[in-house]
């Protein structure tokens, strides 16, 4: 299991994401602003940080090297 980051809201996370991929499937956010969807993540949610930390934690429960 991963422990998520203190100061990240996971649930609103998970929101933002899954409202932007269902905007950019159905096109009324364009593809292209995919990047900038990207940076929103890191700045706005700390997505990097997550990311970094539950690879690190995996890394240490032995389910990836």
Do not use: C
């Not at 929103?40 to 032995?62: H, I, V």
């Amino acid at each position: 299991a991963v422990i998520v980051p203190e100061g990240l809201h996971w649930a609103d996370l998970s929101k933002y994401i899954e409202e932007n991929m269902i905007a950019f499937i159905f096109g009324t956010r364009p593809i292209s602003e995919y990047s900038q969807f990207l940076e929103e993540l890191n700045t706005s949610f700390g997505f990097e940080d997550y990311m970094k930390s539950a690879g690190e934690q995996l890394r240490e429960q032995g389910y990836i090297e």
